[in-house]
């Protein structure tokens, strides 16, 4: 925004005021648009990587909730959408939902083992199954064969 602003009031002498305020406010938003951007969405990443299968201290917990009934609500909320992205079987009695991460109950404990793939393995969490379900296939579908007496349609 300099160099323009600079070869501009070379040219009209008296625009050399307005345009140097114009070049600070637009490097002002430009750093507004872009740099704390970036700087907010690298702190999120950061944070959820560095929170990723952690636990809230129960005690902390119940001390929040016995404080505020809207900390009651937000909690409430957050265990709705968890269980909404989880499926109907998170948190029930059964341990958690097919192909969710386990997550340790101690900080000792030894991590999960991989889940099994091929054609052997049983379907992941996005994969439909039940007696409606497709046949998962490693061909791509392919059109069904034309007969040759029969009169081909334009599209």
């Excluded at 379900?133 to 007969?147: G, H, K, L, M, W």
Aim: aromatic share 4%.
């Amino acid at each position: 925004l300099g160099i323009p602003a600079i070869a501009i009031a070379a040219v009209f002498p008296a625009l050399s005021v307005p345009l140097g305020v114009f070049v600070l406010v637009g490097a002002w938003m430009i750093k507004l648009a872009v740099a704390d951007a970036f700087s907010l969405a690298a702190t999120l990443i950061a944070y959820h990587r560095g929170t990723e299968g952690m636990e809230p201290n129960p005690e902390w917990k119940s001390k929040l909730e016995s404080v505020s009934d809207r900390f009651q609500e937000l909690g409430r909320k957050a265990v709705e959408g968890v269980q909404r992205q989880a499926g109907p079987m998170a948190g029930t009695v059964g341990g958690p939902a097919p192909g969710s991460p386990r997550v340790p109950d101690s900080p000792g404990a030894p991590p999960a083992p991989p889940a099994p793939e091929g054609p052997g393995a049983p379907p992941g969490p996005d994969t439909p199954s039940g007696p409606g379900a497709p046949e998962p296939s490693d061909t791509p579908e392919s059109p069904p064969p034309v007969d040759p007496g029969e009169p081909r349609r334009q599209s």
